[in-house]
């Protein structure tokens, strides 16, 4: 039986020693890289999901709990976006096969109960080898921006209506 530190057995302990060093390090920038994105997106301001293959949630932010009314985004991960999004809308457009089959894509909505007006976005999600692995989806409330157009749309017509007036009274 070889020593334990012979020239026998070190370079083989060498290359064992260096894989199972690659496969840590290569697991480590995993971990980073999946942080990485989940500190991003919940830094955003918009409402924004990554939902898997399945429909299932993966990650989330903040601003999507708000919306979707729980107290934070990790009681979203695992439920469904059919019966958080699907059931607020009344809308099959925003159905996660609809909003996954047609991603990239962009429509407006309007959720319910609190009747607000929402931009969806979505993008497909790539994993390695540009394999399709989810799909990410942002969700902009627009009430506001709707609003203000109502208002001015209202504007113009009464303005347009005042100016006919004095011209069909000559």
Do not use: W, Y
């Amino acid at each position: 039986v070889p020593a334990p530190h012979s020239p026998e057995t070190t370079p083989f302990a060498d290359v064992i020693e260096r894989r199972i060093n690659i496969a840590r390090e290569a697991v480590q920038r995993a971990r980073d890289a999946r942080r990485l994105f989940a500190d991003t997106l919940k830094a955003l301001p918009a409402a924004t999901i990554l939902v898997d293959d399945e429909g299932r949630i993966v990650i989330s932010n903040p601003a999507a709990a708000r919306l979707f009314g729980v107290a934070d985004d990790a009681a979203l991960e695992g439920r469904l976006l059919d019966n958080c999004l699907g059931g607020r809308a009344g809308d099959a457009a925003l159905s996660f096969l609809n909003l996954s089959r047609h991603a990239p894509a962009e429509l407006e909505s309007v959720l319910q109960p609190a009747g607000r007006n929402v931009l969806v976005r979505t993008v497909p999600f790539m994993g390695g080898a540009e394999v399709r692995v989810g799909t990410i989806i942002e969700i902009t409330d627009i009430s506001e921006l709707r609003a203000a157009q109502r208002e001015r749309e209202d504007a113009l017509r009464f303005l347009s209506h005042d100016m006919k007036s004095p011209a069909s009274s000559l």
